[in-house]
């Protein structure tokens, strides 16, 4: 039986190599080609000591080492801690509780199972896919919050719950499933707030037109072309001349389809002056997004504010997903490249104005 796992797994393992090898634009783009060969060897040397949680860890670990932030394990989850996570400047806090937690809320967490939270995070960073320290922060404070990757990192050794720390104490949380993670803190900043809508807006009290973009994917019956026509007519109609539009947490799709809201932007007298007209960026602002956010810097006068965007300019994208025969686990990966400036070691769009949010600014807005 045993063998027959292994052998499974070892089937799995030396599919992903030759697959990436043949469909990936360029899978050696930042890590020698002997190195990941390596890596594959090991892991198939080590299938029969490791269990199933264990294993995927291991895997995402060597596709996290091609350090192609598009190229990633996408990982089979059902245990959740019932807890939302934030990386602020001095620490991970927790913003968000399902019920019967309520009394953890904005806590700092201090240590996860016996792990202190740096060397929690030390572990994540081994077995994430990507290419800055801002998409980093997004990306563990999701991965955190998935028991089945803290116990196949030996962080906690029971799935069902976990000891946490905090800077008021230790408790025990229990895990549950994603159809329970139902959040009750309805006190949130106004831009995480309608954060399963891909597109919406409202017109602040100042008068200045906010335009949250969440996803550049269609969604529900009200196409984003659609609308986009509405807000550009409530632009015309209440006469607006100041408009902010919020990307921080638009992690890509489809860049085509903001076009036509850029376009109008652009080509607005009244609206497009660097003091009318701003972007907010973020860690979550990634692929294309991105591109959004590129097209307002190049081609309007808008005032790109936030925090440096979680995408690399010059970066490979464009997924397809590789299913492993066996264990039918999923691997995105590149097919394309995109070259949005000329010098390849930026790291990141950089806002002209950085915003860095405090736990107390995020509870006070």
Known sequence: ????????????????????????????AYT?????????????????E???????????????????????????????????????NDGVYIINTCKGYENLLFKKVLALGDMKIEEVLEELSNIISFENEYFFKAQSMKYMQI???????????TMDKIKITLDDGEYEVLTCSFEDLLYTNKRLPMYA???????????????????????CREQGEESIEKKIENIICLIEKENIEKVTVDLRNNLGGDSTLFTPLIDYLKNSEKINKKENLKVI??????????????????????????????????????ILR??????????TYSTRFYKLIEEDSVMALYPEEVLLESIEDYINK
């Open 1 to 28: 039986m045993e063998n027959t796992w292994e052998k499974k797994w070892v089937e799995d393992i030396e599919y992903l190599k030759e697959e990436l090898k043949k469909r990936h634009n360029n899978l050696f």
């Open 32 to 48: 020698e080609e002997e190195s990941f060969n390596e890596k594959i060897e090991n892991l198939k040397n080590m299938f029969n």
């Open 50 to 88: 490791l269990d199933y949680e264990e294993i995927k860890v291991e895997i995402s670990r060597v596709v996290a080492s091609l350090k192609d932030a598009h190229t990633s394990l996408i990982f089979p989850a059902k245990r959740f801690i019932p807890l939302k996570f934030y990386y602020f």
């Open 147 to 157: 028991a089945e990757v803290l116990y196949g990192l030996l962080i906690i050794d």
């Open 193 to 215: 707030k309608n954060d399963s809508e891909n597109l919406w807006f409202q017109i602040l009290g100042s008068g200045e037109l906010y335009i949250k973009y969440n996803s």
């Open 281 to 318: 960026i973020g860690r979550e602002t990634f692929s294309s997004a991105l591109l959004n956010a590129y097209t307002f810097k190049n081609s309007t006068n808008a005032k790109i504010i936030g925090e440096p965007s979680g995408g690399k300019p010059n970066c490979y994208g464009e």
């Open 322 to 331: 590789i299913t492993l025969p066996n264990s039918k686990l999923v691997i």
